[in-house]
């Protein structure tokens, strides 16, 4: 059985940074990709960033570049997004996605709350 499961949301002021974390479990984990989405209140769920199945390819959205980035360990089985000058819009919940063989796994979200 395949388990996503997001950490590391919160609330934090203007301009600071937080990681968050996904731990899959369930899969080989370097045979997946692995993305980020966030749902803002009111709002349809977004795309954030994504990461290759090896590491080396990397994609943004254009409302997080430069400012997030994203990794992966594969020997952790594990997901990062490092999010560095943050923005009262940023404020979403923030969703991991593995997909794999074109199915889509998701966590439930972590929460991540900017103050201005």
């Known amino acids: 059985q395949v388990h996503v499961v997001e950490s590391g949301g919160g609330l934090v002021q203007s301009g600071g940074s937080l990681k968050l974390s996904c731990a899959a479990s369930?899969?080989?984990?370097?045979?997946?990709?692995m993305g980020w989405f966030r749902q803002a209140p009111g709002k349809e769920r977004e795309f954030a960033a994504s990461i290759s199945w090896s590491g080396p390819n990397t994609y943004y959205s254009d409302a997080v570049k430069g400012r997030f980035t994203i990794s992966r360990d594969n020997g952790k089985n594990t997901g990062y997004l490092q999010m560095n000058g943050l923005k009262p819009e940023d404020t979403a919940v923030y969703y991991c996605?593995?997909?794999?063989?074109?199915?889509?796994?998701w966590g439930r979200g972590t929460r991540v709350t900017v103050s201005s």
């Open positions: 996605n593995a997909r794999y063989f074109g199915v889509n796994y």
């Open positions: 369930g899969l080989p984990f370097s045979g997946y990709s």
